[in-house]
Structure formats: C-alpha cells, structure tokens
C-alpha cells in the first residue's frame, strides 16, 4: 500500500486568510483524490485531482474555493481560501494503492483546520 | 447519486462482546470498503470487499453484492475498537475512483 503524509497536521488560521495542504506519496500513483470532514460528520469528496489537467470538482464545491495543484503523480495540493468558522473540517488526501479500475483507498493522516 | 447507509448508528458494548455492523447501498457497486477511524481522525483500511467474505484476525467482513449490503463482525471486542466505523462504495459508470461515504458507526468498547 502506499505511504501518505500530510503537511500541516493541523491549524489554526484566522477568517479570512487561506491555507494551503500538501499531500505527498511515496509511490506515482494516477488518481489522487480530496476530501472533507465537518465535525461528526462523515467524509464528502470534494475534488479529483488530475495530474497535467485542471482538477474535477463535486457538486458544491468550487475552483475558487478550493484551489488544487497535481504537479506531477507524487504529489498534490489543496488550499481552502477565504476561510470562515464553516470550513473548520479535518481535510484528507486520498490515492489507489495500485493502478488499473477499482483498487482499494489509502488515506493521509489528515489536517485538522480550525478556523476563528 | 449512490446511497449508503450504515446501522447502528450508535454501539455500546461491554470488552468481550460480538458485534454486527451493516451497510446497505442503493445501487452496485465496483468497490466497497471498510474504515475503522481512530480518535486521532485517521482512516484505517480494515476491508476491501467488493464482494464474497475475508477474515482478518477478530474482524470478518461479508458483501452480499446482489442484494446491495455489506456486514462486519467485529469478536471479542476491545477497548481500542473503540472509534467510528465507516463504510465506503464506489459506484460504477463515471464514478471512477470516487468513494461515496456511509454516515458511520460510533462504537464504544467498555473494559
């Protein structure tokens, strides 16, 4: 299975400012994949992150909001913009531990954002 | 979009105790998983099973894939069972890759 960091663990950000998460494997792997956890809430798939193209996103969430970069098949990042109370979440990067069609998930570790 | 539920919602058991944990999903599925998330908000990988039954030490887990469900029996259970399990589809067509989440099972193990 792939190893999956994430960069912060967690924070503490002000309304208004934005945060940026990174997510990095240790494998090349071809899908990688965002998602967010409100408080007692379960899991909601926020994007699909396309390497060399711009990422997917679900409904309700946007480009402007939710921002994401994929270099290259390594690597990955999510930034959450203008942050309110509301996107206090932990944030989770996932990826297929092996390519080809319906593969089993790993998930990072997470961020835990707090927003004041 | 694809549907999942997971009952109960809540569990409470004594250390040593059995447990049956299910999931119903409304449409078929390509992949379906099973998490255990810890207190720290990590998400551990416990099954893979789209389909048929696989054992892992105290935890078995069974798909019923033709009649849309999914169980997981967790034996003599332990305080660090203890968190909130999830069950997780991935539908096919162009859902390719992206996990539809169960609301999860908060399970409480009492020594």
């Known amino acids: 299975s792939a190893v999956i960091s994430q960069k912060p663990s967690r924070d503490i950000c002000q309304r208004g400012t934005s945060l940026t998460i990174q997510c990095q494997v240790d494998?090349?792997?071809?899908?990688m994949f965002w998602y967010r956890q409100q408080p007692g809430q379960s899991l909601t798939l926020i994007a699909t992150?396309?390497?060399?193209?711009?990422?997917?996103?679900e409904s309700g969430f946007v480009i402007d909001k939710f921002p994401i970069s994929r270099p290259n098949l390594t690597f990955s990042t999510l930034t959450v913009s203008n942050m309110s109370p509301e996107d206090s979440s932990i944030y989770l990067c996932?990826?297929?531990?092996?390519?080809?069609?319906?593969?089993?998930?790993?998930f990072g570790p997470g961020t835990r954002l707090t927003v004041l | 979009g694809i549907q999942v539920e997971q009952s109960p919602p809540d569990l409470i058991l004594q250390e040593g105790a059995n447990s049956t944990l299910r999931c119903n999903f409304s449409?078929?599925?390509?992949?379906l998983q099973w998490f255990h998330q810890n207190p720290w908000g990590q998400l551990i990988n416990l099954f893979y099973i789209p389909s048929g039954t696989k054992q892992n030490g105290r935890l078995s887990a069974t798909t019923v894939a033709t009649e849309r469900y999914s169980l997981l029996y967790i034996s003599s259970s332990q305080t660090t069972d203890s968190g909130v399990y999830f069950c997780?589809?991935?539908?096919?067509?162009?859902?390719?890759?992206?996990?539809?989440f169960g609301q999860g099972t908060i399970l409480t193990v009492h020594p």
């Open positions: 997780a589809v991935e539908a096919g067509g162009t859902s390719y890759g992206k996990l539809t």
């Open positions: 494998s090349q792997v071809t899908m």
């Open positions: 996932s990826v297929e531990g092996e390519a080809g069609a319906y593969n089993e998930q790993f």
């Open positions: 992150a396309n390497q060399g193209s711009e990422a997917t996103y």
């Open positions: 449409d078929s599925v390509n992949n």
